[in-house]
């Protein structure tokens, strides 16, 4: 009955699949352990507590020779976090910029942007990362070039030094300092702490303007003014704690044989950054052209008739229904760059594959900890953000229902 029976078939060869996964998984389990009471070894993460004995040459959160692994773990964790976001936002730019212009009216600009798809696109990833870290280490001069009267470099707007040892650029500092925070794992100051919550309040605030705007519009017909009140809202208690603060920028210059001050971003930094926002904005253009070409031509008419420009048109009227095509191989993309940030091992920068995944593993032989370690916590990245995109996209599509 169980297999003739159209009820129960189903759900018995369910539980066979599920018995003959779990018989794979045990035996799988079982053969590792074995393996590893061959080789002498344990299962145990105890390594992270031991000293790593190396150093990051970037970090966002203070870190020495003497802490611990896991510490190491973090600092490159927070790195690769922060080349993700930085690559994600460019890239997001870049490709929104070109998907929208390959579909200009001016046929120059239509085959530039052709050309910059189809060439960035059909290159391997490594390729250009690797370009991008020549030109950034051979291609710019030295810090020595900044000095004297003779010197054949100048600092841009006498602010900005693109040296082959990292770019130099200002430092945000206050005159009134209020201390740190403790957390444990790092001590953000409590300035930027501060910072930030204005920030989102600010942002908060603003979405509540928006709203009511929104209410009054569907109530009359007749939208409110909010310009000058988001501009008030977004800038002016930003100002007001900045001046409080005693906010002031902290500029780099030439002292000795480097640029001392101001914030350094190494090359390596650079050449990831670059290589993965326009790589992977090649790859977003086309989804951006995709999801305009999807909406209907009576759309655009329509806008037109209304007496809306090209652009008031396409940021108004096609971008947002696009957006519905667009965001979910956007979803992807962003996936991609999370993961393509382990590449970073072939410029020499620090992220969670060079430090946890690199010189751990060789220091202390725990491969498959290390492994496993490395495994679920860009899982975790990857769910976190398609978990965060798949809201707004569900939402953005629950909007657009509703129009």
């Known amino acids: 009955m169980l297999l003739n029976d159209s009820r129960y078939r189903s759900c018995t060869i369910q539980v066979f699949v599920l018995m003959c996964l779990m018989l794979g998984i045990a035996w799988l389990v079982d053969n590792t352990i074995r393996n590893?009471?061959?080789?002498?070894?344990?299962?145990?993460?105890?390594?992270?507590?031991s000293t790593a004995g190396y150093d990051i040459n970037q970090r966002l959160i203070e870190y020495d020779t003497q802490m611990t692994h896991g510490r190491a773990a973090i600092v490159?964790?927070?790195?690769?976090?922060?080349?993700a976001v930085l690559s994600c936002a460019w890239a997001t730019i870049i490709g929104v910029t070109a998907g929208v212009l390959r579909l200009s009216?001016?046929?120059?600009?239509?085959?530039?942007?052709?050309?910059y798809v189809e060439l960035f696109r059909n290159i391997?990833?490594?390729?250009?990362?690797?370009v991008f870290g020549a030109i950034m280490s051979e291609a710019v001069p030295a810090p020595s070039a900044f000095r004297g009267d003779n010197a054949t470099a100048s600092m841009i707007f006498g602010a900005?030094?693109?040296?082959?040892?990292?770019v130099f650029i200002p430092e945000p500092l206050f005159a009134r300092n209020l201390g740190t925070l403790d957390l444990g794992i790092a001590q953000p100051s409590l300035n930027i702490v501060f910072l930030l919550m204005v920030v989102l309040a600010c942002v908060f605030a603003n979405r509540a303007v928006h709203n009511h705007a929104d209410r009054v519009q569907s109530q009359t017909g007749i939208r409110p003014v909010t310009w000058w009140k988001s501009a008030i809202i977004l800038t002016a208690p930003l100002l007001l704690l900045l001046w409080a603060f005693g906010f002031h920028l902290g500029y780099p210059e030439l002292r000795g044989f480097n640029f001392q001050g101001g914030l350094q971003l190494r090359n390596a930094l650079i050449a990831m950054w670059l290589g993965l926002s326009i790589y992977t904005g090649?790859?977003?253009?086309?989804?951006?052209?995709?999801?305009?070409?999807?909406?209907?031509?009576?759309?655009?008419?329509?806008?037109?008739?209304?007496?809306?420009g090209p652009a008031k048109t396409m940021r108004l009227v096609i971008?947002?229904?696009?957006?519905?095509?667009i965001v979910p191989p956007l979803i992807s993309q962003y996936l991609n760059i999370t993961k393509n940030t382990s590449l970073g091992l072939a410029v020499g920068y620090m992220d969670l594959r060079s430090t946890l995944g690199g010189i751990t593993i060789n220091q202390t032989g725990r491969e498959l900890?290390?492994?496993?370690?490395i495994m679920l916590i860009y899982l975790s990245l990857s769910l976190i953000i398609s978990g965060s995109m798949n809201v707004y996209n569900a939402r953005h599509r629950a909007e657009g229902a509703l129009i």
């Not at 490159?76 to 080349?83: D, F, I, K, S």
């Not at 009216?105 to 050309?115: D, E, G, H, K, Q």
């Not at 900890?369 to 370690?373: I, K, P, S, T």
């Open 282 to 308: 090649a790859f977003i253009a086309e989804n951006v052209r995709a999801g305009i070409l999807a909406i209907s031509k009576g759309q655009t008419e329509a806008a037109h008739a209304l007496g809306l």
């Open 105 to 115: 009216s001016n046929p120059i600009v239509a085959r530039l942007m052709t050309v």
């Open 319 to 325: 971008l947002p229904q696009a957006l519905r095509v």
């Open 76 to 83: 490159g964790l927070l790195n690769t976090v922060v080349l």
């Open 124 to 130: 391997p990833l490594l390729l250009w990362i690797l």
């Open 369 to 373: 900890e290390g492994m496993l370690l």
């Open 160 to 166: 900005v030094a693109i040296t082959n040892r990292g």
């Open 36 to 49: 590893l009471a061959l080789l002498g070894k344990d299962f145990s993460f105890s390594f992270l507590w």
